[in-house]
């Protein structure tokens, strides 16, 4: 026969043991608990490896390999005589000497790491895109081709703005070549006297026409890739920015 008062008791004793396992803290996988705000080490990180992973995706190496540089030496170099070459009737030294160049490429392109900077207030961020290249440049002046070892660095700078609707989104402002970034250097030695005055040429009409060149193809694309990023990163960033959250961490 069942009894009553042993039903009462074994009841009582679930409830306790229930109570028990609820204080105990559950299992790190199974806590219930509200989503955090995201580690700002983190979205930092995440942020450079979207940028830095979404430029190679779109192709930015091969663009910079399909620069058309020697099409651009030549025409400077034309041009560079002025009004006494003409006079003369002859060639311009820069002319003459660019003119030994017979293939101008760019080879081994390189996105090397991002960097980020975050404005005083903490509204906006600064990406530094430091770009490596190397420049082939073939002449018969000398009997192997001469290697140029180029860096540059692109700064990016992002911000949220509200659209009609009052949606907010990341947005690229100005976008630029570092100034002073540029650096042209000879990879294979030092180049023979002959050579000399044809690379100073050529390193002179480099600096002047390779950064807005070279931005006129990183830009556009950097923004293209913005629209590309993970929506949830995104939404980080920006709520992020609008708050001033500090996203750069200085050791």
Same mark, same amino acid.
């Given at each position: 026969?069942?009894?009553?008062g042993g039903?009462?008791?074994?009841?009582?004793?679930?409830?306790?043991?229930?109570?028990?396992?609820?204080?105990?803290?559950a299992?790190?996988g199974?806590?219930?608990?509200?989503?955090l705000?995201p580690?700002?080490?983190?979205?930092?990180?995440?942020l450079?490896?979207?940028?830095s992973s !979404?430029?190679?995706?779109?192709?930015?190496?091969?663009?910079?390999?399909?620069?058309?540089?020697l099409?651009?030496v030549?025409?400077?170099g034309d041009?560079?005589g002025?009004?006494?070459g003409?006079?003369?009737?002859?060639?311009?030294?820069v002319t003459?000497?660019?003119?030994? %160049?017979v293939?101008?490429k760019?080879?081994?392109p390189?996105?090397?790491?991002?960097?980020?900077?975050?404005?005083p207030?903490g509204?906006r961020?600064?990406?530094?895109?430091?770009l490596?290249?190397?420049?082939?440049?073939?002449t018969?002046?000398?009997?192997?081709l001469?290697?140029?070892?180029v860096?540059?660095?692109?700064?990016?700078?992002?911000?949220t703005?509200?659209?009609?609707?009052?949606?907010?989104?990341?947005?690229? !402002?100005?976008c630029?070549?570092?100034?002073?970034?540029?650096?042209?250097?000879?990879?294979? !030695?030092i180049?023979?006297?002959p050579?000399?005055?044809?690379?100073?040429?050529?390193? !002179?009409?480099?600096?002047?026409?390779?950064?807005?060149l070279?931005?006129?193809?990183?830009?556009p694309?950097?923004?293209?890739?913005?629209?590309?990023?993970?929506?949830t990163?995104?939404?980080?960033?920006?709520?992020a920015l609008?708050q001033?959250?500090?996203?750069? %961490?200085?050791?």
């Amino acid at each position: 026969m069942f009894k009553m008062g042993g039903l009462v008791v074994f009841c009582g004793l679930l409830a306790q043991a229930a109570a028990l396992l609820n204080a105990l803290p559950a299992p790190l996988g199974d806590t219930l608990t509200p989503a955090l705000v995201p580690n700002p080490t983190d979205l930092a990180g995440s942020l450079a490896n979207g940028l830095s992973s !979404g430029l190679l995706s779109e192709g930015l190496l091969d663009i910079l390999k399909n620069l058309p540089l020697l099409d651009i030496v030549k025409s400077k170099g034309d041009t560079s005589g002025g009004l006494l070459g003409g006079l003369l009737g002859g060639l311009s030294p820069v002319t003459s000497l660019l003119n030994n %160049i017979v293939d101008l490429k760019i080879t081994d392109p390189q996105v090397l790491e991002l960097g980020l900077v975050q404005s005083p207030d903490g509204h906006r961020l600064y990406v530094t895109i430091p770009l490596g290249l190397t420049v082939n440049v073939n002449t018969p002046l000398t009997g192997s081709l001469l290697k140029l070892a180029v860096k540059l660095n692109i700064t990016a700078e992002l911000l949220t703005v509200k659209d009609g609707q009052g949606e907010t989104h990341l947005v690229l !402002g100005d976008c630029t070549h570092s100034p002073g970034s540029l650096k042209i250097s000879l990879l294979n !030695g030092i180049a023979p006297l002959p050579v000399q005055g044809l690379l100073d040429s050529l390193t !002179g009409i480099l600096n002047d026409v390779l950064p807005n060149l070279v931005q006129g193809k990183v830009c556009p694309l950097v923004n293209k890739v913005l629209s590309l990023l993970d929506i949830t990163l995104v939404h980080n960033i920006i709520e992020a920015l609008i708050q001033g959250q500090e996203l750069i %961490i200085k050791v």
